[in-house]
């Protein structure tokens, strides 16, 4: 009957799997569609799907041809193919049991095809060369998995290693921002019982003006740290996308401000030609919201004429664009730029009575998390004396450039 060898039958079936690479791919994404969550044209990120997946399944043939001159796990280009896909999946936030479930169809489909050509051939090799044929080409689909899921798995352990960390300096900062203005209250009300029983109400007053500024203090904490979990729960959500025209949630801003920017004799001045954009309009809004306002409080008593001035400018992509909001206000010192978007890091703290401001450092935060939950980013520069200006980078249309979130 057969005269094929195993190694025989390899080399016909390597062949074969070579010549039919692209139907192969073709069958594989056609299962796959039924599984992705995301489009298929995402699955793979560096060349087109139809040029890669082709090239996974050669390295596949390419085992199952000579699997003992070389280890499946020592070819390195299998691997890196193999190690790119987890990294892409995860970022796609896939789930180990859809790379499971992706794997489990390509290693049927080969196997289907291997059955396919011993029924075409018609004579073939003996039952046990058909099997170490097979499993061979187990082993290497076998060991792709195995590095896709490696590679998953410790890019998920990374991330989580990471939100660990950011999650316990945030409760060592608010417990530190919540203890300040709680013990000043500790303090105060003690004192403010015993001037009670004296009669000086100058002092009296004094302890109940420091127990108000701390009260609205803690208010203001609190709603912003509800702010802040309410975007973190929005992100899990799925953001409000909608077309809207920067320019009406800027005039809606500036509604909002505007009693405060006249107490502070700030003008706010918007420019012409702003974009329309595809964009979670809640975030864009807090966004602005969080720059303008700031551009206000931090305005410089010194000048005569000040103001904030919001405007479009040209990104560095074109399927981006960019919204400067500039001030001429007091500036922030070189030595603070770098760290300003951090939670809870103010620059003129010790300036806040001078300048009738008060904050938490929330603020810039809270704009940088959102710029990045819409796929955009926030750049600062500014001049002490001069003034300041952010630069906000957001996509045109949030529903095309992949996850707004990239976020676990
Ligand atoms: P805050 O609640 O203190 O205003 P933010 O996070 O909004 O907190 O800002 C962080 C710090 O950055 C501020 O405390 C201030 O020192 C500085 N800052 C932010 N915006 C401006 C601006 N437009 N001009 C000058 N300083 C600014």
Redesign the pocket.
């Known amino acids: 009957m057969s005269d094929l060898t195993a190694a025989g039958f390899g080399d016909q079936i390597a062949e074969r799997i070579s010549a039919e690479l692209v139907p192969i791919s073709v069958r594989w994404l056609d299962q796959l569609r039924g599984l992705l969550t995301v489009e298929a044209n995402e699955v793979f990120p560096t060349e087109q799907l139809l040029d890669h997946i082709p090239a996974l399944i050669q390295d596949v043939a390419e085992y199952i041809r000579s699997p003992e001159t070389e280890a499946v796990a020592a070819n390195t280009s299998i691997t890196a193919k193999a190690r790119e896909l987890g990294q892409l999946r995860h970022t796609q936030r896939a789930s180990v049991h859809q790379l499971l479930a992706e794997y489990r169809l390509l290693g049927n489909i080969l196997t289907s095809f291997v059955k396919e050509e011993l029924e075409r051939i018609g004579i073939g090799p003996s039952a046990s060369d058909a099997i170490e044929v097979l499993r061979r080409l187990n082993d290497a689909v076998w060991i792709l998995m195995q590095t896709t899921v490696d590679t998953f798995v410790s890019e998920y352990t990374a991330t989580i290693d990471s939100h660990a960390a950011r999650l316990e300096s945030f409760n060592a900062m608010v417990s530190h921002e919540l203890r300040q203005p709680l013990g000043t209250l500790m303090y105060a009300l003690p004192l403010l019982k015993a001037e009670a029983n004296r009669s000086d109400m100058a002092r009296h007053d004094h302890f109940l003006r420091v127990m108000e500024r701390n009260v609205v203090r803690l208010t203001q904490l609190i709603e912003q740290l509800e702010g802040l979990s309410r975007l973190q729960t929005s992100r899990r959500d799925a953001p409000d996308v909608q077309r809207t025209d920067v320019a009406s949630v800027v005039w809606e801003v500036a509604r909002q401000l505007r009693e405060m920017a006249d107490a502070r004799g700030v003008e706010i001045q918007v420019g012409d030609g702003m974009p329309s954009l595809v964009i979670d309009m809640a975030r864009l809004e807090l966004i602005l919201m969080?720059l303008i306002s700031?551009?206000i409080?931090?305005c410089d008593p010194a000048k005569p004429d000040r103001f904030v001035r919001i405007e479009s400018v040209s990104a560095e992509r074109d399927d981006h664009v960019g919204i400067m909001v500039r001030?001429n206000?007091?500036?922030?010192p070189q030595a603070n730029l770098s760290t300003?978007f951090r939670r809870f890091?103010?620059?003129?703290?010790s300036r806040d009575s001078e300048l009738g401001v008060r904050?938490?450092?929330?603020?810039?935060?809270i704009a940088a998390e959102c710029a990045e939950a819409v796929g955009g980013s926030i750049r600062v520069e500014?001049n002490v004396g001069e003034g300041?200006s952010f630069l906000v980078t957001v996509p045109r249309d949030a529903g095309h450039v992949g996850g707004t979130d990239g976020s676990p």
Not at 359 to 365: I, T
């Open positions: 969080n700031n551009a409080k931090y001030d206000g007091i500036g922030i300003v890091v103010r620059a003129h703290a904050g938490s450092g929330l603020g810039l935060a500014s300041t």
